[in-house]
């Protein structure tokens, strides 16, 4: 793995894992463990830029790619009861 990254991540029975990976212009973040429950989202570069966040409910979250560079990039998630989730993903 990259950075302490790894392609999933998993805490507390929480789950999140970005589909497909590598990405295209379309994925999703699918999240599991944490029903209803607002999370922030943030997506950054290889190099510490942020590039996307959002706050969200939903534990199926469809993400437009096609301003994205063809790279590595990190999400982290972070939830209401301090829950994190981090994970990489390559656009391709």
Wanted: charged share 25%.
């Amino acid at each position: 793995d990259l950075c302490g990254f790894t392609p999933e991540g998993k805490t507390n029975g929480y789950s999140a894992t970005i589909r497909p990976n590598p990405i295209n212009n379309e994925s999703k973040l699918v999240i599991t463990g944490a029903v209803g429950q607002k999370y922030d989202l943030t997506i950054t570069d290889i190099f510490g830029r942020q590039v996307y966040t959002i706050t969200a409910t939903d534990n199926e979250l469809r993400l437009k790619n096609a301003n994205l560079k063809t790279g590595i990039y990190f999400y982290r998630i972070k939830f209401e009861d301090d829950i994190e989730l981090a994970g990489k993903f390559i656009k391709s």
